[in-house]
């Protein structure tokens, strides 16, 4: 006759799965850790970054809005996000279908150019950019700056398009098409719909890429043209105070605020 001690369920995993969880936790805790430490010395009244702050005060994101050079660094950035995520959104979707549903001589090594910007070390690819664009007579211009922050973050909305394409039922579409809908109908109510997350994803990719380049950028920028990521690095290079934590602890706010949308629109799973 069996025992009670033999007859008690035993915990799946046990201690390995309690381990497991631990070292998850730890992990997630390194990674927030500095996230933290940015976030909060951004609050200390201090003229250096001081962890953690012995007092709260809002100074730095004051000097922030005081400061005529980060703001047009911002409103840089923010031209830029607005014009390279559409863009780079339809150029991704329309390459990715048209690589994934066409047969043609040489597609494999056009697949292949179009994802070359993952491989190409940026200061090359910066540098190739200088000489292209100042060439064109474009260097240091927004329009400029546009084509290589699209350029560089092309390849990730392919990728994420691609994986959509890959994954659906193609036999949706030819239902579609044997009901008596053209293929642009098609495209438009069965293929968009079911490859939005991969788009979504792309467009988040892209946003996030453009928003932080800075190898590229630093070929690419002039006076006029500096985006915060590379106003952020220069100002470092020149000196250092907390106003630098209060443009990160901005971003931080605004990553989260775009993370949380997109959980409570399409879901983070999909997207991602």
Do not use: C
């Not at 279908?97 to 910066?126: K, M, N, T």
């Not at 092309?154 to 949706?172: E, G, K, N, Q, W």
Request: glycine content about 8%.
């Amino acid at each position: 006759m069996a025992t009670d001690r033999e007859l008690m369920p035993v915990a799946p995993g046990g201690p390995w799965r309690w381990l497991g969880t631990v070292a998850g936790g730890l992990v997630y805790l390194f990674l927030l850790l500095p996230v933290l430490v940015i976030f909060l010395s951004a609050f200390s009244p201090e003229a250096y970054p001081q962890f953690p702050p012995k007092s709260f005060s809002l100074r730095w994101f004051q000097a922030f809005i005081d400061n005529g050079a980060w703001l047009r660094a911002l409103q840089v950035s923010a031209w830029l996000l607005l014009v390279v995520t559409p863009l780079t959104t339809i150029l991704g979707t329309t390459a990715a279908y048209a690589l994934a549903r066409l047969e043609f001589r040489g597609r494999d090594l056009l697949q292949a150019f179009v994802l070359s910007p993952l491989i190409i070390p940026q200061v090359v690819l910066g540098i190739a950019l200088l000489y292209v664009l100042t060439g064109a007579g474009l260097a240091g211009s927004m329009l400029g700056l546009a084509i290589g922050h699209t350029l560089v973050a092309l390849p990730y909305a392919v990728r994420t398009v691609s994986v959509s394409l890959a994954s659906m039922d193609r036999r949706l579409e030819t239902a579609s098409q044997n009901l008596g809908a053209t293929p642009a109908y098609t495209f438009m109510h069965v293929t968009l719909p079911l490859i939005r997350p991969g788009i979504v994803a792309g467009a988040v990719f892209a946003a996030v890429t453009s928003f932080g380049e800075v190898s590229v950028s630093l070929f690419l920028t002039a006076p006029g043209t500096v985006t915060m990521p590379v106003r952020i690095f220069t100002y470092i290079d020149q000196t250092f105070d907390p106003v630098v934590n209060a443009v990160s602890a901005l971003f931080i706010v605004l990553a989260v605020g775009a993370l949380v949308l997109i959980e409570r629109t399409i879901g983070l799973t999909k997207a991602m």
